[in-house]
């Protein structure tokens, strides 16, 4: 990315935004007071949100769900409209945003072009009524028994692979919500975020929600870029970002990998959850991937299959970056996907300087998002300090953009080093790490102990 | 700051918590061994876990501390009671339970939790007025095996876009 192009990125209001996030502030603080006993600016808040989606699909339903809600009475279709018109709000601000980036690196973007399947018929209303629950006590009343009651909800939709998306959400809001609880000693709400998790978890939870989009096989040579890592107490997932070189062209995409764990399970050993030495061994080594039939969904997303790839020549991620990625095609997310938070565009930065734990270039200023940097691997505040190359993905967030870093180059005692997220993927690299790891036996006692006590 | 409680201000990059999607409130647990306490939580009003038996690998004692009046329990999974523990002194069991507690989620919170007050270099155990409050096994022992049937869940393939809001996982250093 050049300075030119950080400047058009960061040049000036984006149209609309402003606007369309106040309606879903309004939301959010209503979420907080509880729907279950509206004041005056609450049904402002809400009337405000049943105008701003009055001329699409949507009108109909969130004007009769605001109608019902002001007169008090709630029922799960009403809060559903309500996340449908949130999540339209944010899908509507994701498009802006991705429209300035876009524009701001000159990056060629494909149409979304996939289908939903059919809805899985599986039961969801014990989920939709704990959801219910929460909206109707709001955040400042959330206490333990709250929080307890959807652990019953959570343990259902775990064992079915259908819904195993809304329990790995559901857990990580319902652990967050019981660390805070009781919630009214809390001097300042995160709003934005539980109205993120509990809107995404209301829609997740609706009979109609589709099944995922069918894939279609790809073969070609895919050069990772980097590892980008989330994490709750039980659960981690590892995207790694990459390009792919097929017949059809050069493309960007992303593989996955889903684990459950315990909250015990962290840093570099998190990465013995995944059993894919074919993908984790190219994320070591810096090496290409050879795939052959790979299931790739509409969204970029490969389903990843390790019979279908094989460890291929060694490819430094840096070179990638500038040689690569900037010919790839973007993808289009999948429209039920759209949300600010979801942004994750990765990109090339060299030559800045390191301000304040800011990229600065040509005085252009992107933050580095250094909450993000995750504790498998060995990237520090202290390397992304020393930096003068970073691959990241392009993130925005609470009004402005960041800069998540995936791999740097760095000075470190008059020596350069190169060092990124996945480095760790077969096993810490760092001499004094990997001995720290080698005593730390938590994926080995506790499948231990699973092996015993689970089946006596 | 005490970095084992939840921190509702987002960490260096905390902008905005209140308009942030990414605020962080919850930080990793720091790794501890977990050969002898596999499991410990504050949860259900009392500090309960797991404690593997140093004699028999196919045994476990379930221990408790109430929260509410420093009740003592601890017994095998199977309900017998722990030879060690008599009237208000905890056995070894409960002391190993109190000390990977503390490790786990930071001093100042067990002992909040518990409600007695200690300095940040005191001894827990002291502080607690205990006595011996036995207390069924079933619910902690079925909340560990609940636990760890976590790691027998069966792999999913499809990504998971909502996990991008759990992505402040560095611990604070
Ligand atoms: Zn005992």
Redesign the pocket.
């Known amino acids: 990315m050049l300075a030119t192009q950080l400047g058009t990125l960061l040049a000036g209001e984006v149209a609309g935004l402003d606007p369309a996030l106040d309606v879903a502030d309004g939301l959010d603080d209503a979420l907080a007071h509880g729907l279950g006993r509206l004041g005056d600016p609450e049904r402002a808040a809400l009337t405000a949100l049943a105008a701003a989606v009055g001329g699409s699909p949507l009108s109909t339903p969130v004007g009769e769900a605001v109608a019902k809600l002001a007169a008090g009475t709630v029922a799960d279709e009403y809060l559903a409209a309500l996340a449908g018109a949130r999540t339209a709000l944010f899908g509507a601000a994701h498009d802006a945003l991705l429209a300035r980036l876009d524009d701001a690196l000159g990056r060629q973007r494909a149409e979304w072009a996939g289908a939903g399947t059919d809805a899985a018929a599986v039961p969801l209303a014990a989920a939709r009524s704990w959801l219910t629950e929460l909206a109707v006590t709001g955040w400042r009343g959330v206490d333990e028994d709250l929080v307890a009651a959807s652990a019953p909800v959570v343990a259902a939709l775990l064992v079915e692979p259908r819904t195993r998306r809304l329990a790995v959400l559901l857990d990580g809001f319902g652990a967050e919500l019981r660390a805070c609880a009781p919630v009214a000693t809390m001097e300042l709400l995160p709003v934005r975020r539980w109205g993120d998790l509990w809107s995404r978890a209301v829609l997740l939870a609706q009979d109609t929600w589709p099944g995922p989009a069918e894939p279609v096989p790809v073969s070609g040579r895919l050069l990772p870029l980097g590892v980008d890592v989330h994490e709750h107490a039980t659960a981690v997932q590892v995207q790694v970002h990459g390009v792919l070189e097929s017949a059809e062209g050069v493309r960007s995409v992303r593989a996955s990998l889903v684990a459950a764990k315990v909250d015990t399970i962290v840093g570099p050993a998190v990465w013995s959850l995944f059993d894919a030495p074919v993908l984790l061994g190219a994320l070591a080594e810096h090496r290409a991937l050879e795939l052959a039939d790979m299931p790739l969904l509409p969204g970029g997303d490969l389903r990843w299959r390790e019979s279908a790839a094989r460890l291929g020549e060694p490819a430094d991620p840096f070179t990638t970056a500038r040689l690569v990625l900037p010919t790839a095609t973007a993808v289009a997310p999948p429209p039920l996907d759209r949300h600010p938070a979801r942004l994750a565009e990765p990109v090339l930065v060299e030559d800045y300087q390191t301000v304040d734990g800011a990229a600065v270039l040509d005085g252009h200023r992107l933050r580095f998002d250094l909450d993000r940097l995750p504790g498998c691997g060995p990237l520090t505040p202290a390397l992304v300090a020393g930096s003068t190359g970073c691959i990241g993905l392009l993130r925005w967030d609470a009004g402005e953009w960041l800069l998540q870093p995936l791999a740097v180059r760095a000075t470190v005692k008059r020596k350069p080093v190169v060092a990124a997220t996945g480095d760790w993927a077969l096993g810490p690299t760092d001499a004094k790490v990997a001995k720290a790891e080698a005593k730390n036996d938590a994926v080995s006692v506790l499948r231990e102990r699973a092996g015993r006590l689970l089946r006596s | 700051m005490d970095e084992t409680e939840p921190i509702a201000v987002g960490g260096q990059t905390g902008a905005d918590p209140v308009r942030r999607s990414g605020a962080v409130l919850v930080r990793p647990v720091p790794v501890r061994k977990l050969a002898k306490v596999p499991f410990v939580e504050l949860a259900d009003g009392r500090v309960q876990g797991v ?1 593997s038996s140093g004699s028999d690998i196919a045994r476990v ?1 379930v ?1 408790s501390v109430t929260a509410v009046g420093h009740g003592l329990s ?2 095998t999974n199977n309900n017998r009671p ?4 008599h009237g208000p002194y ?5 002391r190993l339970l109190l000390s990977e507690a503390t490790l786990q989620y930071g001093l100042p919170r067990v002992a909040r939790y518990l409600r007695v007050e200690v300095e940040p270099d005191g001894d827990l155990e002291s502080a607690l007025d205990p006595h011996h409050e036995p207390t069924p096994a079933a619910t902690v022992f079925s909340r560990f095996l609940r636990h760890l049937s976590y790691l027998e869940l069966p792999e999913v393939a499809e990504p998971m876009p909502e996990l991008h809001w759990f992505g402040g996982t560095r611990a604070v250093d």
């Open positions: 404690v004692y221990s601890c017994s722990c030879g060690a523990l905890p056995c070894k069991h409960l």
